[in-house]
């Protein structure tokens, strides 16, 4: 199963600069992987590394907009396009996606796609 995102008019022009459009985004759910994909940015892992998901939101405007966004205080991944509702998804073994190299590993990885909760139920199941 693919999971488009749902992008805000807002952050459709701020992606746009770092490379990020609407075909160039999704998550996928098959065969047992997870593979998120937004511009650049790609992570990737076995469905059984998931370890829990939680819908979350709104979130602050200024920490989800543009590229994938680092977070400082858990080195957890966004790949956000609104503001309003995602997937948070905890991995059991960090994962790489922000750069290249692999080594920055991330626990966790939030997703604003369009249907929140088929992509919740997915990784339930």
Known sequence: MTFDFA?????????????????????????????????????????????????????????TIGPAHLSLVDR??????NRDRGVCIKFRQPVPGIEPTGRLRHPGLTVTVADVDGLAAALSA
């Open 76 to 81: 957890g991944l966004t790949f956000a396009s």
């Open 7 to 63: 992008f805000d008019p807002v952050y459709r022009a701020m992606a746009l600069a770092f490379g990020v459009t609407e075909g160039r985004t999704g998550v996928d759910v098959e065969d047992g992987r997870l593979v998120a994909r937004y511009g650049f940015w790609r992570l990737e892992t076995d469905l059984d590394n998931v370890a829990g998901i939680e819908v979350s939101g709104p979130y602050r405007l200024l920490t």
